[in-house]
């Protein structure tokens, strides 16, 4: 029971606890005034009737008629008049038996030796009887003429009515009271619900969407995130700070691996031969890398991925192994090759432009090729047994990564079984209905099926798979666990926020924020007061470039004051230059770039600053300790990895984050300014609302995304699927071990 149920049922029985008393001392009292009320009335019929039947006693037809005239009173049940010696003298016909003359004169005489008279006389008399009709006020009253007593008078009263009435008063006392009550109560419950329900409506909103966030509810919001992040921690098996060590630990506790296989089309380092002759070790500009790489270096292992640097062959081993990182040697690359045409139809065919613009709402139309999809078979195939060759038991764990390989799961799973196989989509999945357009999207889903457990971005995420499965597959749901059956195989679909290392080591390694200043003001000619903005992205056109160089125009147009003084830096590494897609892209950004900066720019000033090339880590973190602010403006995004690295690197808590609404890192960052990238305004304000920033305030902000980060870091998200699959895997042995002791398949 919620606290507002027991404090509204407490509430209840007070009232009615409160009602009871009342209405008792009300009735009591009222009863008192009725009956006091009826007996004075009764006494003054007694002695007006007592007294006109002295006059006629000796008449018979005279007293019986002033009787019955008595008796018309309606609360009149009986009328006698009887003689000295208790005898009838005459009476109506309706007086109760129990006040006959006999009856009542016993009282009447005991009524005079009571009073003390040394010669007994009648005497007035009167009491409350109770009959099976109700009760009854009897009175006598001596009869007296000339001083002499004649008899007495006998007059029977009905006081049933007086109880109808004291029902009918308590009825409308506690239809009154409870009114009362009800407006005493309710309408402050009402206004306090009221404005409670705004006050949370404007908490969620400003957590959900972020914003300018009014200040007084910056240490709510603190505290808000705090609750979250405990509860989030004590649904976990094992709360608490994760890092490395203890990812690696679970895996040999919980999984008995000695190390992992991971699948993923891009290699984390690839060999390239410059233009001097010599072989350099590149990092190459992928989330997916950034997020995975330290997880290979917690866990060791092998990572399977495409050949794709132009000296990757001249540095493998027979095996086409490389043992990487360079100078620490803790796991190793296996290099598969491929052909051009296998690339073409395999990546820049299938995967880039049928998969990629097919998950994300950018408006950029798929192409699905019946040669591309046989290339991405064919491919998948030839990942999966370069993956399966390098595994050392028959029970490995495989996390197969992002949409290159949607149909290694399955591939993977009918050579070995029993291993368990984490596929990781890094991109949003789209609803069901837009899932159709893809001509094999049966194949897909059954493909991806193949694994043990499959993991997005967000809950959403995992919605729109599951209701495309539904949609498109003849499958079993089991709604509790949140997962698939198909042919007895269970798979586990659950959202995995992807994250940092932490702490993360480009960050470690960077000079501090005022030397990266300097040297970033002085490789872009910046002047001493400059303001400068920053753009971290692949040249994809999900990622909103071309938006935000529109909203940097919007505010040197709207903003007069930072022009000349407001610098946007975006670094930008040319991607799948081989789709026209992307090269129009790259010539659009060139185009708008250059229009803006022969509005607003100058001989010594260039609003925007377009750099096209691959830029190693410790570059990139060196302009995200110098920016002012970072500005993240996807079109569509699953997570980005960007907004949480240039949290990562402001150690200074200095620095402001824009962010798209449209990423995955919004719904976790949300001290950052929330934006929609499409509405250029806005997005513009959000840029002069972060240069004017007290510096307090950034400082709450970054520090509250910081604690964050730390908090909800990359060993964490791996740790989390590990211990999901340990339990899956647990389950399925106990589930087979049944099996073999029951006659019937339990079937899981
Ligand atoms: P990506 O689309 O590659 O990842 P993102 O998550 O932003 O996008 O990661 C980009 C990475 O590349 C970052 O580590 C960044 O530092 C680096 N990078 C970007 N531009 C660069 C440049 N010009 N020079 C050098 N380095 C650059 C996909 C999904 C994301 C998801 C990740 C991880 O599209 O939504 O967050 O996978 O799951």
Redesign the pocket.
């Known amino acids: 029971m919620t606290q507002l149920a027991r404090f509204i049922l407490g509430l209840l029985a007070a009232l009615a606890l409160l009602t009871w008393a009342v209405s008792g001392v009300v009735q009591t009292t009222t009863h008192e005034w009725f009956e006091r009320d009826v007996s004075a009335h009764a006494q003054l019929a007694m002695v007006s009737a007592t007294r006109s039947m002295a006059d006629a006693w000796y008449d018979p037809d005279g007293l019986q008629k002033r009787l019955v005239a008595i008796d018309r009173n309606q609360h009149v049940i009986g009328v006698a008049a009887c003689n000295a010696d208790l005898t009838t003298r005459s009476m109506t016909p309706d007086l109760p038996e129990d006040f006959h003359c006999r009856a009542v004169g016993v009282w009447v005489r005991a009524a005079g030796t009571a009073a003390g008279d040394e010669n007994p006389k009648l005497r007035e008399w009167s009491t409350i009887a109770t009959l099976p009709t109700g009760r009854v006020y009897v009175a006598a009253m001596p009869v007296v003429s000339q001083g002499q007593a004649l008899g007495f008078v006998i007059l029977a009263h009905d006081l049933s009515y007086i109880e109808r009435r004291e029902a009918r008063a308590q009825t409308f006392l506690l239809v009154v009271f409870g009114a009362l009550a009800i407006l005493a109560f309710g309408v402050p419950l009402l206004v306090a619900r009221r404005v409670r329900h705004d006050w949370s409506m404007e908490v969620r909103k400003l957590l959900r969407k972020g914003g300018k966030q009014p200040r007084e509810f910056q240490p709510i919001l603190g505290d808000v995130r705090e609750l979250i992040a405990r509860m989030a921690d004590e649904r976990e098996d094992l709360p608490g700070q994760w890092t490395a060590e203890r990812l690696r630990q679970i895996l040999n506790r919980n999984l008995h691996g000695e190390k992992i296989v991971i699948l993923a089309n891009r290699e984390p380092y690839s060999h390239i031969r410059g233009e001097d002759g010599r072989i350099e070790v590149q ?9 995975l790489e330290p997880i290979m270096r917690a866990c060791s292992g092998v990572w399977v991925a495409h050949g794709s640097g132009n000296a990757d062959r001249e540095t493998v081993d027979r095996n086409d192994h490389v043992r990487v990182p360079p100078e620490e040697e803790s796991y190793h690359i296996r290099r598969v090759w491929l052909s051009e045409e296998e690339q073409q139809g395999h990546y820049y065919g299938f995967s880039n432009e049928g998969l990629w613009p097919l998950c994300h709402i950018a408006h950029t139309r798929p192409t699905f090729r019946a040669e591309d999809w046989a290339y991405y078979q064919k491919v998948n195939q030839k990942f999966s047994d370069a993956v399966c060759e390098e595994v050392d038991s028959e029970d490995p764990i495989i996390l197969v990564e ?1 949409y290159h390989f949607a149909l290694a799961p399955a591939m993977i799973r009918k050579r070995l079984p029993s291993a368990t196989i984490i596929a ?1 989509w ?3 999945w789209p609803n069901a209905e837009r899932m159709g357009i893809c001509p094999w999207h049966n194949e897909l889903l059954e493909g991806l099926l193949g694994s043990s457990i499959i993991g997005f ?1 967000t809950q959403l995420h995992c919605n729109n798979f599951l209701d495309s499965v539904d949609r498109y597959l003849e499958t079993r749901r089991d709604r509790e666990q949140n997962a698939v059956i198909m042919h007895g195989q269970k798979t586990l679909v659950r959202p995995y926020p ?1 994250a940092l290392e932490w702490p993360v080591r480009w960050a470690e390694m960077a000079p501090d924020p005022a030397a990266c200043r300097v040297q970033v003001w002085k490789d872009l000619g910046l002047k001493p007061d400059a303001l400068l903005g920053l753009g ?5 056109y ?2 909103g470039i071309e938006e935000r160089l529109l909203a940097v125009e919007m505010l040197l147009e709207r903003y007069p004051k930072y022009r000349g003084r407001f610098t946007f830096v975006q ?3 040319p991607s799948r230059t081989k789709i026209e897609r992307y090269r129009e892209l790259n010539e659009a950004v060139e185009r708008l770039a250059k229009r803006i900066n022969e509005r607003f720019g100058t001989a010594e000033y260039q609003p925007i600053i377009l ?1 096209r ?5 410790p ?2 973190f060196r302009y995200y300790r110098a920016a002012d602010l970072c500005y ?1 403006s ?1 079109l569509h ?7 949480k ?1 240039f949290v990562a690197a402001r150690i200074d808590l200095e620095g402001v984050l824009i962010l798209s609404e449209f ?3 919004a719904q976790e960052l949300t001290e950052a300014l929330i934006v929609n990238p499409y509405d250029l305004v806005k997005s513009s304000d959000a840029m002069a609302v972060a240069l004017g920033m007290p510096e307090e305030e950034r400082r709450d902000r970054m520090q509250s995304m910081r604690s964050m980060i730390g908090r909800f870091n990359v060993y964490r998200w791996a740790g989390k699927m590990l211990v999901d699959a340990a339990y899956l895997r647990n389950q399925e042995r106990l589930s087979g071990r049944l099996a073999e002791h029951l006659p019937v398949s339990t079937n899981l």
């Open positions: 990092h190459p500009a992928s989330g997916l890398v950034t997020a992002d990781f890094h991109i949003p971005h992807i971290v992205d692949r040249l994809d999900t990622k670094l930008a590494e750099l090339s691959h830029h190693e880590p570059e990139v993240v996807s995004d699953g997570m980005n990895l960007v907004a690295e990423t995955g890192a």
